[in-house]
Structure formats: C-alpha cells, structure tokens
C-alpha cells in the first residue's frame, strides 16, 4: 500500500492539482474499507472536496499538508456515517452485506479510462488485497465504528497511532487498544483458507454442479456446517435469514435455478478472490462471493440488491467518481 504522497499523478483533471487527484484515489480505497461500500465512499470523497473548495484561497494556503487535511475530514466523515449506517441497517430488508467490488479489468466496458491492453494502475482503483476480501469486510462490520477506523488506517494503510489519534480525536493509547480490539475479531473470525492454486477450480467445480443441478455434487462441495446470505435489500426477492448446512444450501441453490430459467453463471473475480456473477438476460442480477476453505466452501455471500450491483452494470473509473 502506496502512501498518500507517493500516489501516482493524474493531469487529466483541469482545477485539481496533482497532489489533490492523487489523494483523492487514496481517499476512495480507505473510504470503501472504512464504509464497505464504494458508493458511499465515493459520496464522502465527493463531500471531501465539496469541503475543501468551500474553504477561501488563503484558509487553503494556510493548510501545510493539503493530503493529510483530506484524510482527515473524509475520514472523520466515514466515521460519522458508521455511526448513523448502524441505525439504517436496522430498518434494513433482510441481511445486509459490504457492496461487491469487481476487478478493475471486468468493469462493464472493460478498463475504465483506456483499452483492454493497457496496465492497470494498482492507484486507480480499489487495491483488491486481503482487506477488500468479503469475508474480512464482514468481520469489519461487526467491529464498532471506532475500532474499525483505528484499525484500517494503522494495520492497513499504516499511518502511526499518534496521526491516528489527531484523525480521530483520541490519544494515540486509546487507538492503540481500539486496533488491538479489532486485530482479535480478525484473528478469530480467520479461517484457514484454501490453496490460491484451489481456489478458482474449486469455484469452478461449484459453478458447473449448479449449471448441471447436481445436489450430490453441490453437498460434496459444501462444508456440512457452511452458511449461504443474501442481500435484495427488500428490492427484489431473497432469503431473508441465513440458509445453513451443506444439503439445505444445495436445495435453495437447485431451487433457484429451476425458478430462473435461462440464468447464465459467470467466473469473476468478486473483492479480489474467485467467485459467481449471475445474469439473466445479460443483467447482472446477483454477485456471489465465497469463503473457501480446505476443499470446501464454507460461506457464500449472495448480493442481489440492485443498488449494490451498480459497478457491475456500467463502466466505472474511479478518478471521476
């Protein structure tokens, strides 16, 4: 993970300075680990810099560090909507899981911003490493919404507590403990996972038992205690509590599929790991990401809410968000 300042520079937007554009993909890689959702966080940057503009020339001038002001304020705006996102999910439809995130080369279009042949910049997009993984944004949303914003800004983008604690307005021990807080829900909610080499086949082998409705191999694939959510956010129809064991998800998963004729599966790369895009018609109707491990899926996490799948719709390039 790049700091801020070393962020590659971008001149193709006219009224932003280099060192601005720059921070702003910084801003929108924490902002979507902070909020576990990428058009949350590109709403927060926007407020960012809606802050930043509104500032006079010489208040701006005065800032001695113009990257680290914004981390700060969109941080502090992350943290803000933590706390108010809490009391929304409440009232939420169902289970409510982090927003899906392709990889940046299987964008509806292709690669945002150039041709399929170019190199992806890793600063132009969400970099897709073990801390976008769904299953670690999962555990995120469990932690308190102070522990989760000492925790990814110390452990993932590394900055020292004591700039920690000037962000979030406590002392550098107390940020300190928060982090040390979160570190144990990862460490026990981490399991063992599978081989990198198995990961895809195994998705692969989970895909073509579903095309075939084999439920014998679709139970073989699941573990006996694996756990299947899904996410319509009251928008479109789902299961609305967790569906457990190996032969109850392979039932829901031939159901399904005998319900949606014409339903076309699709390896993709879902948060950085191997996982399932579902279209009907050519429209992206569900994304499913898996936690995998030994030979065997243990978690399935199914977003079908249309509010979510937006990336998956249409092009998206992160410098104009």
Not at 55 to 74: C, D, F, H, K, N
Not at 107 to 121: I, L, V
Not at 276 to 283: I, Y
Request: proline share 6%; aromatic share 6%; charged share 25%.
């Amino acid at each position: 993970m790049s700091n801020p300042s070393e962020s590659g520079h971008d001149r193709s937007e006219p009224g932003l300075s280099d060192a601005l554009v720059s921070e702003r993909r910084h801003l929108i890689n924490l902002g979507y680990r902070l909020l576990g959702s990428l058009s949350e966080a590109e709403d927060a940057v926007q407020e960012t810099y809606t802050r930043w503009y509104a500032m006079s020339r010489e208040r701006q001038e005065a800032i001695e560090s113009p990257g680290a002001w914004l981390t700060t304020v969109a941080t502090r705006i992350c943290l803000d909507q933590l706390g108010s996102a809490r009391v929304r999910r409440e009232s939420y439809v169902g289970a409510w899981i982090p927003e899906p995130l392709p990889d940046r080369t299987e964008w509806h279009g292709g690669p945002a911003g150039g041709s399929s042949s170019e190199p992806a910049d890793p600063a132009d997009r969400v970099t897709l490493d073990e801390s976008v993984s769904m299953a670690f944004l999962v555990v995120l949303e469990a932690m308190t919404p102070a522990e989760r914003v000492a925790f990814i800004l110390h452990d993932v983008f590394r900055y020292p507590f004591a700039e920690v604690a000037e962000i979030v307005g406590r002392t550098p021990a107390a940020c300190r403990q928060l982090a040390s807080s979160a570190r144990r829900r990862i460490r026990a909610e981490r399991a063992p996972a599978a081989a990198t080499g198995e990961q895809a086949a195994l998705v692969r082998n989970f895909k073509e038992a579903w095309e075939a409705k084999d439920i014998v191999a679709l139970v073989d694939l699941l573990d006996p205690d694996a756990t299947m959510v899904a996410d319509g956010g009251g928008l479109v129809g789902t299961v609305l509590r967790p569906v457990e064991g190996s032969e109850r998800i392979a039932e829901y998963l031939i159901h399904i599929a005998a319900k949606a004729p014409g339903l076309t599966l699709l390896e993709r790369t879902v948060n950085g790991r191997p996982g399932l895009v579902a279209q009907h018609s050519g429209v992206t109707v569900t994304v499913a990401a898996f936690e995998l491990t030994g030979r065997r899926v243990t978690r399935i996490w199914a977003v079908r809410n249309p509010e979510k799948l937006r990336p998956w719709t249409r092009g998206l390039d992160l410098r104009d968000a």
